[in-house]
């Protein structure tokens, strides 16, 4: 049987492989590695006790003096990627969050003094990078990772859990503070409740009432995250000391991407 050739259309196939390719390996849905088992949150737990005040704010000169300690603790999550077929959810959730936190510190202790974290994205000239969120400055279980694949392709993809956002810790003025605790698996639900009715309670964060509530930017920006189980108000009254209103106005408050310091 005699088949025609067309070297284009074998180009074109051959390059399309190629860039599929590509593709599937520059993607990195599931950082972690098979056998590991959790890691000891103790270090990072003894660093955010002495270095963060109980209103989240952070002495990141502090954390400077005890870099060797954070090192240390950086290294131990990073060789100890989870296992998602053997740990938790909580023991994966509690890492993560951790991880995200610690290495958000890593990246200011680095590049102490600094006014904004969002500062840094022009000021460390990395090319091709869209802001210092999407920076790989960490590896995690030996692949080059950064904040934004551990909050948008980690955090928010794997698991269903909008509390999250009030754990996570952005270095700014405007963010859920720090808590200055590690989070871990065994009592993870009552810290993620606690953070979640910490920050929707702050005033200087969230300013509700029962028929008006001024709320952080951050439930415009993660909206779909708070309502897949009913509306935005119904998702913050499961935490405000103050019941809104369903009929309530609500707006967003102008964020504060200062230093939390």
Known sequence: MHINYDPMKSLRSRLFALISLVLFSCQNPSLGLAGT???????????????????GLVNYKGFIHD????????????????????????????????????FTVKLIVD????????DLGPALKIPLIKDVWHYKFFKIGGVES???EIEHSILRKEFD????????????????????????????????????????????????SADQAQISSIFSWFKEDFTKK???????????????????????LEYNWNLNE
């Open 37 to 55: 088992t959790p890691p000891s949150h103790q270090l990072w737990d003894q660093l955010v006790k002495a270095h963060v005040k109980p209103n």
């Open 67 to 102: 870099k060797a300690k954070l090192d240390q603790y950086l290294k131990l999550i990073s060789e100890n990627a989870p296992d998602r077929k053997t740990w938790s959810k909580n023991q994966q959730l509690a890492y993560w969050i951790n991880a995200y936190n610690a």
């Open 111 to 118: 590049n102490y003094p600094v006014k904004s974290i969002r």
């Open 146 to 148: 950064s904040l934004d």
């Open 161 to 208: 859990e909008p509390r999250i956002h009030f754990a996570i810790n952005c270095a700014s003025v405007s963010c859920p503070p720090l808590l200055n605790e590690a989070f871990v698996a065994d009592k993870l639900d009552a810290q993620l409740n606690g953070v979640a009715t910490t920050f929707i309670n702050d005033p200087t964060r969230n300013k509700v």
């Open 230 to 252: 009913g509306t935005l108000v119904d998702f913050l009254n499961l935490y405000s000391k103050v019941k809104i209103k369903s009929s309530a106005k609500i707006s967003h």
